[in-house]
């Protein structure tokens, strides 16, 4: 079976730091550009991250410089590092490919910023 699944996610004081993970099955990430989407409360779901096939990566201005994402081939595995973490990343942190054609997106996982 193909499937994403987040972990990592929790609760965390404004400057603190994270690290969710994304594992894979079924695909080998190695070969996908995957991407990180989060979604705050009564926001959209928006991108914010991505990492390429040859390892490049891209963020958008809401997190450069705070979050760093990074891929362990061996293990299949996406990692998003998040530094500095502010109120304003509170959100529902999603990884995402596009499979096939189609969206394949993990179950999500629940990031709190707040003290």
């Known amino acids: 079976q193909v499937q994403l699944v987040e972990s990592g996610g929790g609760l965390v004081q404004p400057g603190g730091s994270l690290r969710l993970s994304c594992t894979a099955s079924?695909?080998?990430?190695?070969?996908?550009?995957m991407h990180w989407y989060r979604q705050g409360p009564e926001k959209q779901r928006k991108i914010f991250a991505n990492?390429?096939?040859?390892?490049?990566?891209n963020y958008d201005d809401s997190v450069k410089g705070r979050f760093i994402v990074s891929r362990d081939n061996a293990k299949n595995t996406m990692y998003l590092q998040m530094n500095n973490l502010k109120p304003e990343d509170t959100a529902v942190y999603y990884c995402?490919?596009?499979?096939?054609?189609?969206?394949?997106w993990g179950q999500g996982t629940q990031v709190t910023v707040s003290s």
């Open positions: 995402n490919t596009v499979y096939i054609n189609r969206d394949l």
């Open positions: 990492i390429f096939a040859d390892g490049a990566t």
């Open positions: 079924g695909i080998n990430i190695s070969q996908y550009t």
